[in-house]
């Protein structure tokens, strides 16, 4: 019975939800720490900030390390992740809610349709996308020294043009997390794979944010 491809076809098809309900669950549980890490941090200085974007981005180091030992010690690490991002980017929120409230929301809709979106396109499609995300890899390499260039030269409709194209590497990103999930038969994985959509969605929404504060 066990051998039996149709009984293996079933037992795959119901990991694979199990294994999408654990991430989808992990992302959602990190977006709310990163709420709670973006409202404690309200008043925190921009030297905090950057502390704790550091710490953080040694928590997400820490996470693959972590991943191959224990899925307790990752979802863990996760969290804190997930408040320290909240901390790191509260002068960032606190900025554009000063200006128009209304900002988050609209960037905050606006990230959730794309993610839906593209999301479903990459884990619905059959098409091997690991190209697709070299390409989008190598692309925002060249969109981050792009905005390093903004930093000291003023282009025209800069900061537009910096958020369209990296919501059109991000959409490539998007979909080849989403297939990786669907293609993903590890359990102890989903730390991982949450983590890298929930730094998907944050990134569209800045852009979002970026487009909507009309910041250039």
């Known amino acids: 019975m066990y051998g039996n491809p149709a009984f293996q076809g079933y037992a795959t098809q119901d990991r694979t939800r199990t294994l999408f309900g654990q991430v989808m669950g992990l992302v959602a549980l990190t977006s709310g720490f990163f709420a709670l890490g973006a409202y404690a941090g309200r008043n925190l200085s921009n030297g ?45 929120l606190s900025y554009y809610a000063s200006m128009d409230p209304r900002i988050l929301w609209q ?18 499609t059959r098409r091997d996308l690991s190209a697709l995300a070299r390409i989008c890899f190598f692309a925002l390499i060249a969109l981050i020294i792009f ?25 490539g990103l998007v979909m080849f997390d989403f297939q ?32 909507f504060g009309g910041r250039d």
């Not at 863990?76 to 901390?87: A, D, N, P």
């Not at 905005?147 to 919501?167: A, D, E, K, T, W």
């Open 48 to 92: 905090a900030a950057i502390v704790a974007y550091i710490v953080a981005f040694v928590c997400l180091l820490s996470m693959n390390f972590a991943a191959r030992r224990s899925a307790v010690a990752s979802t863990v690490l996760l969290m804190v992740f997930g408040v320290l991002l909240g901390v790191a980017l509260a002068p960032t």
């Open 107 to 124: 960037a905050g809709g606006a990230t959730a349709l794309f993610m839906a979106g593209f999301g479903a396109a990459g884990y619905a």
């Open 147 to 171: 905005g390093i260039v903004l930093i000291f030269v003023h282009i025209p409709h800069g900061q537009l043009v910096y958020s369209i194209i990296g919501l059109v590497i991000f959409a």
């Open 180 to 211: 990786r999930l669907r293609r993903t038969k590890d359990m102890n994985a989903a730390p991982l794979i949450a983590a890298s959509i929930f730094l998907d969605a944050l990134n569209v929404f800045l852009f979002f944010l970026r487009i």
